[in-house]
Every structure is written in structure tokens, then in C-alpha cells.
């Protein structure tokens, strides 16, 4: 089974394809993942898996499930027809599988297929843990290419366990009877998070011609873009792209194969894309364009936009292709123009391939290429690499998002990482777990790429607080429009009283005709309690928030003196007094007519005596006098 263990069939194919080019062997990491086991308690505690390097492993987040041990097809190397499994918790199932027969990926498959929403294959050997690989992931690989479609449709995370911890869970799935096996896969710790940056390096090459894996990388190059370019431009991460180079060993460089497929007097080479040096393009013609995309993303970088790099090789992989033929230093060096950079910049720093030197640049890739701390040797093309963690599963944008996501700690990733599709759907179900009240229709369930976080909502501008798995609720103004603030409210009869008051921030109060702690209020039963309506003639009975005193006969009951009084008197008084006021109303109107007519009259002949001395008054009379009873009287 393809593992990533064995190089020398690298060489051997190379020899096969008539050259004879080393690749210095090295270091290998499994990268493992940590499995709980939640129940049952006999085996109950944390075991270690290797990540397989296809489908989608869930970096930084986990997930819970019940595992099931296939009745029929222990090795999952057959499709199980229709059958779709299920656990009586509803929970995920993990499926878990034998190792053995057929490819690791084809049983990721066949259990996607039939449901599982991750696969666990049990090795059948005592050994160390190692990593799953896709069949023809590797460069040395000559498998058949047209028959695994399948890996690239792989969208749940497979892992392998020991031997031993497979083992045990066969033996509990066994003895489990109605209680389930149910465990957790944690990809938190995939991917270290040390700071606020992911420094994050994919080594590739520029050859397109390399069936579906340098398809694959095209794809990939061409769908992250976006996503690299936001993540580097905001100062979230650091990009740099390596190529493999391999070497030709000392007494071989005068060959013909060598000369075919390395520069710099055989230091450097990559194998030819036909494997033919007779025919088509060389390795030669790859590792310079190689060598050209690493300094374009230097001078890129030294002008300040590291991200061109992402614009080249797209621009190059339309412009320049293999298959198309124009996979030349000419088409190459339009592209670098038209993207802004200097072009003498790229040539002076990819040096003379022709001499007997050493290349800087490609040195220093041979340098890195070998592993150091937790990353081992890059041994495989595409290999990324994640805060010097390789990356494992399918090379796809939101599989690979996530997982540099999960290179941020919780809480501090850049906003790319929240994005909608890469998401997961916890929420759908049951509000995953979280707060969510019924009658409003809002939960505190959000999807991210983390898996769901119970977070309490905002809702119209009121943020709710609280912890989001038992409790949110509304606190500061506007509160209580929202679900009464999470005070008690009640209503009966129509009428609906809370607890909650808009100048009261944040505490709850029992409104009146109510006791309690406002978390809770009861009505008061004003009348068994004798807190009103306690005169002798008076009868009471409670309501909702209130009470209804009614007196006996014809008293009228006067809530603030809590008394009956006679209605007949009170009528009969206010006739009275009506009739009194009205008496002093006419006395005064009365009055004012009596004063107001002696008064005008006094005036008039006051004035009429003043003027008359002045002119004679026989025809002016009326029309001096009009006006000025006008102004002082009315
Ligand atoms: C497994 O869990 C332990 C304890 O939480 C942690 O220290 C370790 O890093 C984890 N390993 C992996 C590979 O996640
Ligand atoms: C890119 O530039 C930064 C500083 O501007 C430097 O620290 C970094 O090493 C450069 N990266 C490469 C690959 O040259
Ligand atoms: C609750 O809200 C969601 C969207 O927020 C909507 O899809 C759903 O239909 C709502 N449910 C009810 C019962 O209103
Ligand atoms: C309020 O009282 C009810 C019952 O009287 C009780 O269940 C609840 O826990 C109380 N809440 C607080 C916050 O004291």
C-alpha cells in the first residue's frame, strides 16, 4: 500500500525514464491526531491516529460520533449497496474499517458513500502509526490514473489507528449491546497556533503537464488565490512558494540525461514531464521556470506584494501552458512584465543556468526542502505546509482554508476564516446544542469553521449576554422588547404583565399586583391576603394582576380610602353644590354686566365733557367716541 515511507522507487523510475537524478532521502513525520474514547468506561481515555493525506480532515475542530463496525465488508473495499448507516443516538457515525485489500482512500469512499461522516481503518500489523496516502499521490508512483475519481469526491476525514486500539473498539462495538461506542476526533491541535500570523509554504512546480496531480495544483492555485491574497495583504499570512529540485549524482552529470533535465552542471534537475528526454519538453525547461516563479515571488516580494506570485503562475498556467506548447521563456517573461515587475530584477536573480556555479536560489531550496523541528523531508509534490506542520487531506480551497484557519488562535482569525462556506452545518440540528428560544426563533448556535460556537445573538441592536448554552438574555436599553429581558412575563386573560423595566438596565422587578424574584413572580391574592377591599361592606375577588372590590347594595366602593360610600348622598350633594356654583356663576356674571354698562356710561360723558371743551361736539359725537371705547374697554 502507498505510504509515504519509501523513496527509492523515486530513483527507479527516473532510471526507468532514462535518467539517473538523486533526491537526498530523509526524515518522514506522520501527522497524528488524538482520538477520545467517551464511552464505554473500560476503554475510556485518549489514543493516537494518523491523519490520512486525502479527503478533508476537520483542522481545528472535532468531531463526536458513534463508531460501527461494518456486519458484511470489514474492509470496506466493496460499495455497501444502499446501505446507509446510521446510530440510535442520531449521533455522526465513524466508521471503522480494516486495513488491507484495496486502497485507503476507496474505503474513505465507500464509507462517505454509505453515510459515515468520518472513516477509521484498523491496521492488520503491529507497527508504528503511518500515513494513509491517496494511490498515485506520489511522484514515483505509476498506478493507474483514470480510475480514482472517487479521491477527489472524499469530503470526510479519514485516520488510522493501531492495531491494538482497533482492537478494542471491534471488541467494545461487540460487547456494546444498546450502548453505543461513541468517541472524539480532535484536529485542534493539528495545526500549532502561535502567533497571529500563519507562515504557510506550498511546494509545487510549474509543470502542467503532469496528469491530474498538476491539474490539481492548478486548480487549487487558482481557487485560493483570492483567499491567499486577502489573508497576505491584511497581514494574516506569510506566503512562500518552494519547488523540488533533485541533483544529478557526480559521475553521470556529462550524460545525455543529465544535460536534458539540469542546469549548473547537473546540480540541479527536475525529471522530464514525458519522461522522454528524446521528446517535448526537457526537466530543464521546468526547473527554470521553477527558478523563474521563486524569483518572481522574490522581487514580488521585494517591491512589496508577495502575492503577485499567485497572479503569475495563474496567468502563466493560461498563457503559458505545456499542453498548448507555449510553455517558453518568452511567453513566461510577458507575463512577468504585464503583472508590473521588473524583469531584469527575475533574470539577475535566477543567475546563468548554464555555468558551473551554484545557484543561490535553488541551493537554498534544496536546504529547506530537507525537514527541521516538526516538519520532515518534502518528499511529495504538492506538499503544503502549515506553520511548519505538513498539511494533510485533499490540496482544495475550503479544506486547505481551514486548516490555516486552525493556525490562528480561537477568537483571533482574520475574517476570511468566517466565512460562510466554510462553515459547518451543526446548527441545523437541534441548535447544536445551544441556547435558542422557541418563540423568538433565535438560537445562540453559530456555524464556523471551528464547528459550532454558542454565542449569544444580537437582536434588533440588543445584544443578548449570557453563556449561550442554558442562558441569553437581553440586557440595556431595549431590553425589554426582547423576550421581557429575560424577566418573567405573563399573560392571562388577555392582559400581559413583566417584569421588566426599560429605565432598569439590568435587573428584574415583580410589578405590582405580583411578588417574586422577577425571575419568577406570582399574583398577589389581594383579597386572602386582606391587602384591600377589608371594609365591612365590601366583597372581593382576585384577578390576574389586581382585584375586584364590589360593595353591598347601592355603596360605591372608593379604592383609595378603601371604603363603601352611599351613592344616593354623593348624588344628591354634587346636585348642590352644582346648584351653587351656578348661583355665584350668574351673581358674578351679573355683576360684571352692571359694572361694565356704569362704568362705559361713566366714562363716555367724562370724555364727552373733556373734548367738548375743545371743539363742538353736535355732529362728532358718536364717531370720536366709537374708538376709544374700542381701545380701553373691550
Ligand atoms: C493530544 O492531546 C494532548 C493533550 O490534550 C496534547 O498535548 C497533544 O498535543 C495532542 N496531540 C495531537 C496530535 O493533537
Ligand atoms: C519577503 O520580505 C520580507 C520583508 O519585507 C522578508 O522578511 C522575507 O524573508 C521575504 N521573503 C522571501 C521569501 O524572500
Ligand atoms: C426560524 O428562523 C429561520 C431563519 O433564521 C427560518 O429558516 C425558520 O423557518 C424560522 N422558523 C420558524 C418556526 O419561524
Ligand atoms: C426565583 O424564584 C424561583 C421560584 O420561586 C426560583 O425557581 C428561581 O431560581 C429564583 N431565581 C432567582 C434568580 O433567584
Same mark, same amino acid.
Given at each position: 500500500m502507498a505510504t509515504t515511507q519509501s523513496l527509492p522507487p523515486l530513483i527507479a523510475v527516473f532510471f526507468l525514464s532514462a535518467a539517473v537524478i538523486e533526491f537526498a532521502s530523509g526524515r518522514l513525520i506522520v501527522e497524528k491526531q488524538n482520538i477520545s =474514547?467517551?464511552?464505554? *468506561?473500560?476503554? *475510556?481515555g485518549r489514543y493516537e491516529a494518523a491523519m490520512a493525506n486525502f479527503g478533508v480532515p476537520n483542522y481545528g475542530g472535532s468531531l463526536t460520533g458513534v463508531v460501527v463496525y461494518p456486519e458484511?465488508?470489514?474492509? %470496506? +473495499?466493496?460499495?455497501?449497496?444502499g446501505v446507509r448507516f446510521r446510530s440510535k443516538s442520531k449521533r455522526p457515525v465513524i466508521l471503522l474499517v480494516d486495513r488491507g485489500r484495496c486502497y485507503f482512500a476507496l474505503k474513505a469512499y465507500n464509507g462517505q458513500q454509505a453515510g459515515a461522516a468520518a472513516v477509521i481503518v484498523a491496521d492488520n500489523v503491529d507497527e508504528p502509526l503511518l500515513t494513509m496516502d491517496a494511490p498515485?499521490?506520489?511522484?514515483q508512483d505509476v498506478i493507474d490514473?483514470? /480510475?480514482?475519481?472517487f479521491i477527489e469526491k472524499i469530503n470526510i476525514p479519514s485516520t488510522l489507528v493501531t492495531k491494538e486500539f482497533g482492537d478494542e473498539l471491534k471488541a467494545a462495538v461487540a460487547k456494546a449491546g444498546d450502548e453505543e461506542v461513541v468517541i472524539k476526533m480532535d484536529w !485542534?491541535?493539528?495545526? &500549532?497556533?502561535?502567533?497571529r500570523r500563519v507562515e504557510y509554504e506550498f511546494w509545487t512546480n510549474?509543470?502542467?503537464? +503532469?496528469?491530474e496531480r498538476c491539474d490539481e495544483q492548478l486548480e487549487f492555485v487558482r481557487n485560493f488565490r483570492g483567499n491567499a491574497q486577502l489573508l497576505e495583504k491584511g497581514g494574516f499570512a506569510r506566503f512562500t512558494p518552494h519547488y523540488i529540485t533533485w541533483y544529478c549524482p557526480e559521475p553521470l552529470r556529462q550524460s545525455l540525461q543529465c544535460q536534458a533535465q539540469c542546469i549548473n552542471h547537473g546540480r540541479y534537475c527536475s525529471p522530464d514531464p514525458e519522461r /522522454?528526454?528524446?521528446?517535448?519538453? !526537457?526537466g530543464k525547461d521546468i526547473l527554470v521556470e521553477n527558478l523563474r516563479q521563486i524569483c518572481v515571488h522574490r522581487v514580488a516580494n521585494e517591491t512589496?506584494? &508577495?502575492? =503577485?506570485w499567485w497572479d503569475y503562475v495563474t496567468d502563466f498556467s493560461i498563457r503559458c501552458s505545456m499542453k498548448e506548447k507555449k510553455y517558453t521563456k518568452h511567453c513566461a517573461e510577458r507575463v512577468v512584465t504585464s503583472l508590473g515587475l521588473s524583469l531584469d530584477n527575475v533574470l539577475k536573480c535566477m543567475g /546563468?543556468?548554464?555555468?558551473? =556555479?551554484?545557484?543561490e536560489v535553488l541551493k537554498r531550496e534544496q536546504e529547506l526542502r530537507l525537514g527541521h523541528g516538526s516538519r520532515g523531508d518534502v518528499?511529495?509534490?504538492?506538499t503544503l505546509v502549515i506553520n511548519d506542520v505538513q498539511y494533510r487531506g485533499k490540496l482544495e480551497r475550503t479544506a486547505v482554508l481551514k486548516a490555516i484557519c486552525a493556525g490562528f488562535e480561537e477568537s483571533t482569525e482574520p475574517p476570511v476564516c468566517l466565512n460562510?462556506?466554510?462553515?459547518?452545518?451543526?446548527? #441545523?440540528?437541534?441548535?447544536?446544542?445551544c441556547w435558542y428560544d422557541l418563540q423568538l426563533n433565535i438560537t445562540a448556535c453559530k456555524d464556523t469553521f471551528r464547528g459550532r460556537i454558542c454565542e449569544c445573538p444580537v437582536v434588533n441592536n440588543v445584544q443578548l449576554s449570557g453563556d449561550g448554552y442554558n442562558s441569553c438574555t437581553a440586557v440595556g436599553p431595549?431590553? +425589554? %422588547?426582547?423576550?421581557?429581558g429575560g424577566c418573567w412575563s405573563g399573560t392571562k386573560d388577555g392582559r400581559t404583565f413583566s417584569a421588566?423595566?426599560?429605565?432598569? #438596565?439590568n435587573s428584574c422587578k415583580c410589578p405590582s399586583g405580583f411578588r417574586g424574584n422577577g425571575s419568577d413572580c406570582k399574583d398577589v391574592d389581594e383579597c386572602k391576603e386582606k391587602l384591600?377591599?377589608?371594609?365591612?361592606?365590601c366583597s372581593c375577588r382576585n384577578t390576574w394582576g389586581g382585584y375586584d372590590c364590589k360593595c353591598q347594595g347601592n355603596l360605591l366602593y372608593i379604592n383609595s380610602q378603601d371604603t363603601c360610600i352611599a351613592r344616593s348622598e354623593s348624588k344628591f350633594g354634587w346636585s348642590l353644590s352644582f346648584i351653587a356654583l351656578a348661583l355665584v356663576v350668574s351673581a358674578a356674571v351679573g355683576a360684571y354686566i352692571f359694572y361694565k354698562y356704569r362704568f362705559r356710561s361713566y366714562m363716555d360723558s367724562e370724555i364727552m365733557a373733556i373734548m367738548s371743551q375743545y371743539m363742538p #361736539?353736535?355732529?362728532h359725537q358718536k364717531e370720536m367716541t366709537q374708538p376709544l371705547r374700542e381701545n380701553t374697554l373691550e
Open positions: =474514547v467517551i464511552s464505554p *468506561k473500560s476503554i *475510556k458484511k465488508g470489514h474492509t %470496506a +473495499c466493496a460499495a455497501f449497496d498515485g499521490f506520489k511522484l490514473r483514470n /480510475n480514482n475519481e !485542534t491541535e493539528s495545526v &500549532p497556533n502561535p502567533d510549474s509543470n502542467d503537464e +503532469c496528469g /522522454n528526454i528524446w521528446a517535448g519538453y !526537457t512589496g506584494r &508577495p502575492w =503577485v /546563468n543556468t548554464e555555468d558551473d =556555479v551554484e545557484n518528499a511529495i509534490l504538492p460562510p462556506d466554510i462553515e459547518t452545518n451543526e446548527c #441545523l440540528e437541534s441548535n447544536g446544542g431595549g431590553r +425589554c %422588547a426582547i423576550d421581557s421588566c423595566q426599560d429605565r432598569d #438596565l384591600a377591599c377589608n371594609c365591612p361592606e #361736539l353736535d355732529n
